[in-house]
């Protein structure tokens, strides 16, 4: 319940924000969709994951716009031979290279993240911040659907939680991800 209500939320902000802009007479308008593809971390003895999940925003002028994103990964197998997952929630704010039904983007994402995993025979869930890059290309499909790829590259920041009484530490790395979107645009 808890996952889907994040979900939710980025799907109500992103409405929100095309909302204020259409009251503006920006022509950009908003979009939700959603993403599936391949994550992969560089940490030591860690799988490439699954990732999916949503995002949403709007073009706020011709060459910005603003948004939202919730993914989660797939459970493989991770640190310590134990199972390892992760999710990444934040906000995205992107430069638009290219307009029309062909659009080029490059952009910045910032957020909080969950990761579970095992520590000692005890799961654990760190939750540091990221941020990092991001790069895609959307075409219109149809007058309101745009199918597209990006790719991103996310710095982890260290981590500290307790497993039973003993302080654990999740020391930083990077994520790179290459996902497939499909975009409802209104």
């Known amino acids: 319940m808890y996952g889907i209500s994040k979900w939710v939320l980025t799907v109500l902000f992103s409405m929100l924000t095309a909302g204020v802009v259409a ?5 950009g308008g908003g979009y939700v969709g959603i993403v599936y593809g ?21 073009q706020i002028s011709d060459s910005y716009g603003f948004g939202g994103y919730h993914m989660v990964s797939s459970e ?8 390892f997952s992760f999710s990444l929630t934040g906000l ?8 029309g039904d062909k659009k080029v983007y ?17 799961d654990v869930i760190f939750s540091p911040y990221h941020y990092g890059i991001v790069s895609g290309y959307d075409f219109k499909l149809f007058s309101l659907l745009n199918v597209g790829i990006e790719g991103s590259f996310m710095a982890m920041q ?4 307790t497993a039973g009484s003993t302080e654990v ?3 930083p790395f990077h994520l790179m991800s290459f996902l497939g ?4 645009a209104f």
Do not use: C, M, W
Not at 23 to 27: K, R
């Open 76 to 83: 493989e197998t991770g640190r310590n031979n134990g199972d």
């Open 92 to 99: 995205e704010f992107r430069s638009f290279l290219t307009g």
């Open 106 to 122: 490059v952009g910045v994402r910032a957020g909080v993240s969950k990761f579970n995993t095992v520590e000692n025979s005890t």
């Open 38 to 58: 391949l994550s992969v971390p560089d940490i030591a003895n860690t799988k490439t994951h699954q990732l999916y999940g949503v995002k949403g925003g709007s």
């Open 23 to 27: 009251q503006s007479g920006n022509q």
């Open 158 to 161: 260290r981590s500290l939680t």
């Open 169 to 171: 530490e999740l020391k």
């Open 181 to 184: 979107v499909i975009n409802l």
